[in-house]
């Protein structure tokens, strides 16, 4: 059974740098075709895709936010940490860390969907 | 980056109604469209990868259609714990983007 979780600071103040940890079973993140994404949601609105790192430690970001954002892996632990600099108040979302493969269909590697998300982390910005 | 744009952005339905939601892409992304259900304080759930292929577990009346720039998810026969928002995702071109979601509710 896949599982994954996040944890971290519920409350973090502005200027302060968010670290969130997810930590998953069920699967290798040295396994070829393994991905794993953070994702994050205010409250309310509508779901943004912030970073993914894969089996082979390549890592993206998102274009508004990847001047603030580090994704790494410890492959040991099954962690994947995200570090957020310079928080600001409409940072305040739940944050989600998800599995995605990359699989070889139709005649090319394409991306897969998020298939299974973690249970969310709620981060709120304030002094 | 890719823009995915969703109509309606609310709908009220009544059960066992037929409910179509759509979402455009603001270029050609292929099949790479991925459709989720999020519930009230839970976290989304696949329902729907490449466009049309179903999920392991998802309902059946629960289907998706559409490629290129144009995509729809359908739910036939609407049931109560249907109520819930939807997004369409895609995973064609980084970054990866998401709708602005539907909220679906039960009259």
């Known amino acids: 059974q896949v599982t994954l979780r996040e944890s971290g600071p519920a409350l973090v103040k502005p200027t302060q740098t968010l670290t969130l940890t997810c930590t998953f079973s069920?699967?290798?993140?040295?396994?070829?075709?393994?991905?794993v994404s953070w994702i994050r949601q205010p409250p309310g609105k509508a779901l943004e895709w912030l970073a993914l790192?894969?089996?082979?430690?390549?890592?993206y970001y998102s274009t508004s936010l990847k001047t603030r954002l580090t994704i790494s892996k410890d492959t040991s632990k099954n962690q994947v940490v995200l570090t957020m600099t310079n928080m600001d108040p409409v940072d305040t979302a739940t944050y989600y860390c998800a599995r995605m493969g990359y699989d070889y269909i139709w005649g090319s590697y394409r991306y897969d969907a998020f298939d299974i998300w973690g249970q969310g982390t709620m981060v709120t910005v304030s002094s | 980056e890719i823009v995915l744009t969703q109509s309606p952005d609310f709908q009220s339905v009544t059960p066992k109604e037929k409910v179509t939601i759509t979402c455009r892409a603001s270029q050609s992304i292929g099949s790479s469209l991925h459709w989720y259900q999020q519930k009230p304080d839970q976290s989304p759930k696949l329902l729907i990868k490449?466009?049309?292929q179903s999920i392991s577990g998802v309902p059946s009346r629960f289907s998706g259609s559409g490629s290129g720039t144009d995509f729809t998810l359908t739910i036939n026969s609407l049931e109560a714990e249907d109520a819930a928002a939807y997004y369409c995702h895609q995973s064609s071109s980084l970054p990866w983007t998401f709708g602005q979601g539907t909220k679906v509710e039960i009259k």
């Open positions: 069920g699967f290798s993140l040295s396994t070829s075709g393994m991905c």
């Open positions: 490449y466009a049309s």
């Open positions: 790192i894969d089996w082979d430690d390549d890592k």
